[in-house]
Nanobody
Framework: QVQLVESGGGLVQPGGSLRLSCAAS????????INWVRQATGKGPEWVST????????TYADSVKGRFTISRDNVKRTAFLQMNSLKSEDTALYYC?????????RGQGTQVTVSS
């Protein structure tokens, strides 16, 4: 089954950290660019970060640059998003996605809530 499954979200205080995971199955993960996207309640999707299939190129939204780090382990077929110095405005549903054979694949997401 072709799917992406996110995990690692939760409730964290401002200034805290979380590490999200995106586990892939059913397709050639190691040849796919992977994106992290988030969507806050009542708002549209916001692109967060992208990593190339080799992992040698990464890009970030200005809102997370310097605080978030995207990475991947092609052997484990998993992508990660390390989130540090979290702020309340980072609260959102985070999901990973990719385009495989012209079809956008997206996981169900993992909720991140930053609150004291």
């Amino acid at each position: 089954q072709v799917q992406l499954v996110e995990s690692g979200g939760g409730l964290v205080q401002p200034g805290g950290s979380l590490r999200l995971s995106c586990a892939a199955s059913g397709f050639s993960f190691s040849t796919q660019t992977i994106n992290w996207v988030r969507q806050a309640t009542g708002k549209g999707p916001e692109w967060v970060s992208t990593i190339s299939w080799v992992g040698d190129r990464t890009t970030y939204a200005d809102s997370v640059k310097g605080r978030f780090t995207i990475s991947r382990d092609n052997v484990k077929r998993t992508a990660f998003l390390q989130m540090n110095s979290l702020k309340s405005e980072d609260t959102a549903l985070y999901y990973c996605d990719t385009v495989f054979r012209g079809v956008r694949l997206r996981g169900q997401g993992t909720q991140v809530t930053v609150s004291s």
